[in-house]
Each structure stands twice: as structure tokens, then as C-alpha cells.
């Protein structure tokens, strides 16, 4: 994961938080909390590619970047929170082997 700078993050973190108390005032399920964030990020992505808000053409070059960090982002959250989560219950319940 890039660790950015800490002026960036302050900047950043900002509107993350603005957008994420969003979700957690109106989130009432899975499916919800699911459809809300893929249709955020999506949204996020088509910004970043439209052509009329980057003002150049498409290119693959973009899109690849972007789903790297989508994949990199999400092997992330595995490994700082899903495997911890995941220990914890091995712990509490036994494992599977």
C-alpha cells in the first residue's frame, strides 16, 4: 500500500470522512453498504477516465493504473484486516484442519 504524504492525507482524509459518515448514517445492510460503494467507486473511476473532466483521450494506460491500485487495495484489507479477523476465529473456534 502507498503511504502518501502526510499533507495529502490530511486532504484527503477530510472528504473520505465526509463520504464515509454518508454510508454509515444511511447504510442498513450488506446489500446496501454493497450496491452504495460499488456504484461510489465506480463513479469515482468513470470521473477519472471521462474524458470531458481529465481533457484528454481514454487511454489504457489509465485504466490499467487504476485497477492495479483497485486490486492493490484490496489485497490490503486482506491482509491488514481480513487475516487478523481471521486468526481471531481460528483462535475462538478452531481450525479447520
Known amino acids: 500500500m502507498?503511504?502518501?504524504k502526510t499533507d495529502s492525507r490530511k486532504y484527503l482524509d477530510e472528504q473520505?470522512?465526509?463520504l464515509a459518515a454518508k454510508f454509515i448514517d444511511k447504510i442498513t445492510s450488506n446489500d446496501t453498504?454493497?450496491?452504495e460503494l460499488n456504484y461510489t467507486i465506480f463513479r469515482?473511476?468513470?470521473t477519472l477516465t471521462n474524458t470531458k473532466f481529465i481533457g484528454a483521450e481514454r487511454r489504457y494506460a489509465r485504466f490499467n493504473a487504476i485497477?492495479?491500485?483497485l486490486e492493490c487495495c484490496k489485497q490490503e484489507i486482506y491482509?491488514?484486516?481480513v487475516a487478523p479477523y481471521?486468526?481471531?476465529k481460528i483462535i475462538e473456534n478452531g481450525d479447520v484442519i
Open 33 to 35: 453498504l454493497c450496491g
Open 86 to 88: 481471521e486468526d481471531e
Open 2 to 4: 502507498p503511504y502518501i
Open 79 to 81: 491482509r491488514r484486516m
Open 67 to 69: 485497477i492495479g491500485s
Open 16 to 18: 473520505i470522512d465526509q
Open 44 to 46: 469515482i473511476v468513470d
